[in-house]
């Protein structure tokens, strides 16, 4: 992996290499490092970047220097070990668009350690395997059109889980303040008293758009990228003809990520062209994104609504539209398909056993075994 990454910046950078190249590079990671220091390189030699080769421990020796520039005399571990808090408390956890390898490492964590887990309908059962065999599970996922539990429910049923003093997790789809509804639970809570620990997650967007080898923002094709939401009703927002001001969504300049939009895309798209925005605007809607059952549809904004349709996506989906869909390639759509298909389970105790006694496991856990 190490070694594609240096032939291809060895490429990107006008070297050429040579099938002694390789072996040069092969020979000096094999060697180990322990030269140089990371400090800049000039790019132009491969043998330059040889030389800056370094060790694990030299990188995180300079990245600490780099990145964590304390105020002289802080004591930066005192700074950080916050006393245990006693009110109650909840996590707001993000788990990503459903590849388990997605998930954070503290989310994974929270997952393990948790008495009581809240689940939505985007959560894989994957993802839920490496919930804690102790854990106690509740759904409270809404079907489109079929409220399976009113918000407020939800609201009132984290906090009475949250004051019993149990660890409280509220796993949502992707990061959960994004069209999540993650907002207005951690709003409630905190008025209630409870404490509401937000643990971000991979959003939809970024994670489905980035694995198909789309980049919401390659400069060439856009300057900046929109998040929106298709949802047909809502008890805060506009239906989605009066929502938006279509003539700033349809700048072709601008990716447009569309969350919840397969019932409305007609509508959507409709607004976009109305606005100006080029029918023939690469557009891709995504089903059950990074997942086994994945399943992508490439078109253009004018032809994209009956494509979908024909092709009977059905939700979790995406829709992405701009430019950069250009550089969709249906190869990656593919390997992420195989992959999901053959990977392995994830091992939890592992993967945190890991962490642990490569002593990368700081703040949090410390503070929960004073607090335990
Ligand atoms: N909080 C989530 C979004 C919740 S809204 C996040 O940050 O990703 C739910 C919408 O997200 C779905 O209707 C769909 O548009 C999108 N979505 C989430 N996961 C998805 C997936 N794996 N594949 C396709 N769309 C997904």
Redesign the pocket.
């Given at each position: 992996m190490f070694l594609q990454l240096l032939l291809c910046l060895g490429s990107s950078v006008s070297f050429r290499p040579v099938p002694h190249h390789r072996r040069a590079v092969a020979r000096a990671i094999m060697r180990g490092c322990g030269r140089g220091g990371s400090g800049p390189i000039a790019l132009g030699s491969l043998d330059d970047a040889l030389k800056a080769l370094h060790s694990k421990s030299q990188a995180r020796a300079d990245q600490e220097a780099r990145l964590r520039k304390s105020v002289e005399g802080a004591d930066e571990t005192e700074a950080d070990a916050v006393a245990p808090s006693c009110a109650p408390t909840v996590y707001l956890v993000?788990v990503g668009?459903?590849d388990v390898e997605l998930l954070t490492v503290k989310a994974l964590r929270l997952m393990q350690e948790a008495d009581l887990v809240l689940y939505d309908r985007?959560i894989t059962p994957e993802i839920l395997a490496l919930v804690g065999a102790q854990a106690a599970m509740l759904y409270v996922g809404k079907e489109a059109g079929l409220h399976t539990r009113p918000q407020d429910e939800i609201h009132e049923l984290l906090l009475s889980f949250a004051t019993t003093g149990k660890t409280v997790v509220r796993l949502?789809?992707?990061?959960?303040t994004?069209?999540?509804r993650g907002g207005e639970e951690m709003e409630y809570l905190e008025r209630q008293g409870v404490d509401v620990r937000v643990v971000p997650?991979i959003?939809?967007?970024s994670g489905?758009a980035a694995a198909l080898g789309v980049p919401l923002t390659h400069r060439d094709h856009a300057d900046s990228v929109r998040f929106i939401t298709g949802h047909a009703r809502s008890e805060n927002t506009a239906p989605v003809g009066e929502r938006y001001a279509w003539e700033q969504l349809a700048d072709p300049k601008m990716t447009l990520v569309?969350?919840?939009?397969?019932s409305t895309l007609p509508e959507l798209a409709k607004g976009l062209t109305d606005a100006g925005l080029p029918g023939t605007t690469p557009s891709l809607a995504?089903?059950?994104?990074?997942?086994a059952t994945q399943r992508v549809v490439c078109a253009t904004l004018e032809t994209l609504a009956d494509a979908v349709q024909s092709a009977q996506l059905r939700?979790?989906?995406?829709i992405v539209i701009g430019q950069v869909v250009s550089l969709y390639d249906p190869a990656r759509a593919n390997a992420v398909v195989a992959a999901a298909a053959s990977a392995p389970a994830v091992n939890a105790d592992a993967v945190l056993g890991m962490l642990r006694s490569a002593g990368g496991w700081r703040v949090e856990s410390q503070r929960r075994l004073t607090a335990d």
């Open positions: 993000g668009p459903g985007l949502k789809g992707g990061d959960p994004v069209f999540g997650g959003t939809a967007a489905i569309i969350y919840m939009g397969l995504v089903q059950d994104g990074t997942t939700s979790p989906t995406l």
